[in-house]
Structure formats: structure tokens, C-alpha cells
Nanobody, 118 residues
Framework: VQLQASGGGLVQPGGSLRLSCAAS????????MGWYRQAPGKQRELVAG???????NYADSVKGRFTISRDNVKNTVYLQMNSLKPEDTAVYYC?????????????WGQGTQVTVSS
């Protein structure tokens, strides 16, 4: 199983980006999917999560600005980021708990850099 993240880049404050993360390989089902981020010198933190049923949760710092969604047919999770701030600058990682036939395991994507700067 692999997670492939994409969509990062450089954007000005107030701008928008959309991250995508596609899971591939032997996948029977996917439970929770989520996005984390890690800024230089800081610990990795949860940004947003979504269950298989579509329930979502967000870090307080991104509520009202970011939206997480998923496509269960494409095994893909998205993060729409609006009104970006310089403090959103970080490497963003996707995560998913995937059942491939034995038990659920957590997988990480490779990370995609988001830089918010003028």
C-alpha cells in the first residue's frame, strides 16, 4: 500500500491550495484518513481528519478555512485550504488506516511542502 500526496506549492497570504492524497495497492477498506503538518522545529500536528462515514474534525487553527473531503471510490483524500496564512507553512502529510486483509495499519504519504509567503 502506498499513499501519494500532491498539490503543495508556494502561495501568497490569503490564497488557496488543494492537496490530494491517493492510496493504492491491496486495499479492502479505509477507515480514517487525515492530514497532518510539520513546521520547522515543531512537532507534527493533526490538521484535519475524516472517517469513512464522512465525519470530520479540524484543528482549531484551521477551522473555517480548511475543508477535508474524501472519495471512497478513488481512495483519495483532499484538503482544500483557503485564506492561507504564513503560519500554515509546513510539510503536509496524509495518513490513512487501511485494511488489506489482516488488520488495519496506518500509512503515511511522502509529504508535500506548502509555503505561504509574499
Amino acid at each position: 500500500v502506498q499513499l501519494q500526496a500532491s498539490g503543495g506549492g508556494l502561495v501568497q497570504p490569503g490564497g488557496s491550495l488543494r492537496l490530494s492524497c491517493a492510496a493504492s495497492g491491496t486495499i479492502i477498506s479505509i477507515a480514517t484518513m487525515g492530514w497532518y503538518r510539520q513546521a520547522p522545529g515543531k512537532q507534527r500536528e493533526l490538521v484535519a481528519g475524516i472517517t469513512s462515514g464522512g465525519n470530520t474534525n479540524y484543528a482549531d487553527s484551521v477551522k473555517g478555512r480548511f475543508t477535508i473531503s474524501r472519495d471512497n471510490v478513488k481512495n483519495t483524500v483532499y484538503l482544500q485550504m483557503n485564506s492561507l496564512k504564513p503560519e500554515d507553512t509546513a510539510v503536509y502529510y496524509c495518513n490513512a488506516r487501511i485494511y488489506s486483509g489482516s488488520y488495519y495499519l496506518g500509512y503515511w504519504g511522502q509529504g508535500t511542502q506548502v509555503t505561504v509567503s509574499s
